[in-house]
């Protein structure tokens, strides 16, 4: 499929959609190392950004979620990519995936770590609470809720702040995989529960 929505040159926007513009090309996604652009070549919004910007509060509001979720979390990076990869594999999103196991190998997942996600497999971890919030992200996804036992693990390893930030991620990167199935045209290519 091809994109369905154009992309907005940064001098084409008003005053409300350049403010979402800097907010996602000047905030913290573009302050730490670049592992995947976030404009191309002309300064138009890549991925899910460029859809925020045809409802600029809302855009607004999603990218500061987006950003509270990514680097203002209790949650360690590995967790963050691992969970955002297991998002990205149930809704095949290959945009979330190609962009997030690039950020995730800068964090220390691995070849075999980042397979078994793309295969939709849960893999074997070293860190016990990774491994609960991998299994939490996966429930999330599949079931959309958790049973007693996962929510005690996740607590367990996460604690009620890190598996609250963690529900947050996982419905987060879910709205970005719809927003870039509808407006990019990303076909589904994973399988869903």
């Known amino acids: 499929m091809t994109a369905r929505l154009p992309g907005l040159l940064p001098g084409d926007l008003d005053e409300e959609q350049a403010e979402v513009y ?33 409802s600029p509060s809302v855009g607004l509001a999603l990218q500061a979620v987006g950003a509270a979720v990514r680097y203002r979390s209790v949650l360690t990076d590995r967790i963050r990519e691992l969970a955002i990869l297991v998002v990205a594999a149930h809704w095949g999103s290959d945009f979330e995936r190609q962009a997030h196991e690039a950020v995730g190998r800068a964090c220390g997942l691995t070849e075999a770590e980042l397979a078994a996600l793309r295969q939709g497999r849960l893999p074997e971890l070293p ?12 429930a999330l996804t599949g079931a959309g809720a958790l049973t007693d036992e996962e929510y005690g693990d996740a ?17 987060y990167y879910a709205t970005l995989a719809l927003q870039l199935r509808v407006f990019a045209g990303e076909g589904h290519t994973g399988d869903r529960a």
Do not use: H, K, S, W
Not at 27 to 52: H, I, K, S
Not at 129 to 138: F, I, K, L, N, P
Not at 155 to 171: I, K, N, Y
């Open 127 to 138: 860190d016990p609470g990774e491994t609960a919030a991998v299994r939490a992200a996966a």
């Open 155 to 171: 607590v367990a390893a996460l604690g009620e702040r890190g598996l609250f930030e963690l529900t947050t991620l996982v419905g």
């Open 22 to 54: 800097r907010a996602i090309a000047g905030g913290p996604r573009a302050a730490g190392p670049q592992v995947f652009a976030l404009t191309d070549e002309e300064g138009r919004l890549r991925g899910p950004f460029n859809a925020m910007l045809l």
